[in-house]
């Protein structure tokens, strides 16, 4: 806008807001005429100041209203604000462990998700609706899931199952296995979810049985699921010889709390030519047994071995292990026996992502749980905007903290 001076027919001067759109001058306000040099002058500062007026500038100096123009033209350019940040590192996790060789996107999408934000399917269409801009339905994701049930599991067992093994050599001769119950909130049994002795003490609820197998470290190795009246010591051996058919270990050490090592799975696991160790808590011994278990050196700051009568190994510890919890299968909103194994298959690897940025964590020595790193991952976001120079869009993250700095910088996240 400017103020421009027009001569009338009469002599006299109108003072008028202009405005040049399209190329042609177009009059916005008449402020007013006169003939006298001092009006004429006010009218012109009447002029400005009705400018600022219009543009929302008042009380502006120059420089403070051109630092109010960039600012408009920055903010008027903006197309999107998208958050990122857990794509960049557990999209890189993902793909580094293997997954992405399963080409649908949804299980991409449902994997780092379950890490994120664990909630119901719909609301987690709704999360990626609204922070990842993916279009679909709910039930498009139950197509999925069933989907992912018949054709997919056991290929997400195996990639997960083939990184841990490079991670170890390709020589993995020792397995920790965890079993634990999982329970719904119905009341009416079927031939899978089934009462039960529950660990969680929801004992008039149907439940079903989780049994894990794990590395040393927990990463994930194999999984079952079994009935809810299943008991727990009848589900070792057949998770053991699933994983052995796969993996094919030359010797295989077994670890297990000494509630699942009964007769009938010492007696198989010999047979087998597999080793064992047993495993118990410090609290559950005599007070003999604690003496010389303290005066002993630990295994690994929490654990001593001792030899047991029959030849075993005995390993007490003072901490259980959590590779089961890390799975964080809860809550399950499903009651379909194939969307419940395709929702625990996306907790397995799910779980598989964490433990590998747990590694990855410790190994560049950053000093963060996995936890606090993906809570950092939550606030990194991509702008996208055009600048009024060109038509040319920019993307660029939005890095200000240092713990934000911190994670990019050691994992090179790049956009």
């Not at 009568?309 to 890390?326: F, N, P, Q, T, V």
Request: charged share 25%; with cysteine; hydrophobic share 40%.
């Amino acid at each position: 806008m400017f103020i421009r001076r027009k001569i009338n027919a009469s002599g006299s001067i109108s003072i008028q807001i202009m405005h040049k759109l399209n190329g042609k001058n177009k009059i916005i306000k008449v402020i007013g005429s006169s003939k006298i040099i001092e009006e004429i002058a006010l009218l012109h500062e009447a002029g400005l100041e009705e400018i600022k007026l219009l543009l929302g500038t008042v009380e502006l100096s120059f420089e403070e209203s051109k630092e109010q123009q960039f600012i408009d033209q920055f903010t008027q350019g903006i197309q999107k604000l998208s958050l990122v940040g857990p794509e960049l590192l557990l999209g890189k996790i993902f793909d580094e462990i293997g997954f992405n060789i399963i080409e649908d996107d949804l299980f991409r999408h449902l994997v780092i998700t379950r890490l994120v934000y664990p909630v119901s399917k719909l609301r987690t269409v709704d999360y990626l609706i609204k922070y990842k801009a993916v279009k679909l339905s709910v039930y498009s994701v139950y197509r999925y899931l069933d989907k992912l049930q018949k054709h997919q599991i056991e290929q997400v067992k195996n990639i997960s199952l083939t990184h841990t093994l490079k991670l170890f050599g390709n020589v993995m001769n020792i397995v920790f296995y965890d079993v634990t119950t999982l329970y719904f909130e119905v009341k009416d049994e079927d031939d899978f979810k089934r009462m039960g002795f529950s660990k969680d003490g929801k004992h008039q609820q149907p439940q079903i049985v989780l049994g894990l197998l794990v590395s040393q470290n927990g990463y994930p190795l194999d999984y079952d699921l079994f009935e809810g009246n299943k008991y727990e010591g009848d589900t070792l051996i057949p998770v053991v010889e699933h994983f052995v058919a796969k993996h094919k270990p030359e010797q295989l050490v077994v670890v297990a709390d000494a509630g699942l090592l009964s007769k009938a799975n010492i007696k198989a696991l010999v047979e087998k030519k597999y080793q064992y160790i047993l495993g118990a808590r410090i609290k559950n011994e005599t007070k003999t047994i604690i003496a010389q278990i303290l005066s002993l050196k630990l295994i690994d700051k929490q654990s001593v071995m001792l030899d047991n009568e029959d030849g075993s190994k005995l390993i007490i510890s003072y901490k259980k292990a959590r590779a089961i919890h890390d799975l964080q299968i809860r809550p399950i909103y499903h009651q379909l026996q194939r969307r419940i194994e395709a929702h625990i298959c996306i907790a397995f690897a799910a779980c598989k992502i964490y433990k590998e940025l747990e590694r990855q964590l410790k190994e560049k020595q950053i000093g963060k749980s996995p936890e606090q790193v993906i809570d950092i991952l939550k606030t990194i976001l991509k702008v996208e905007f055009k600048t009024p120079f060109s038509n040319k869009t920019y993307h660029e993250l939005i890095i200000n903290t240092e713990e934000q700095k911190l994670i990019v910088s050691n994992f090179n996240l790049k956009i």
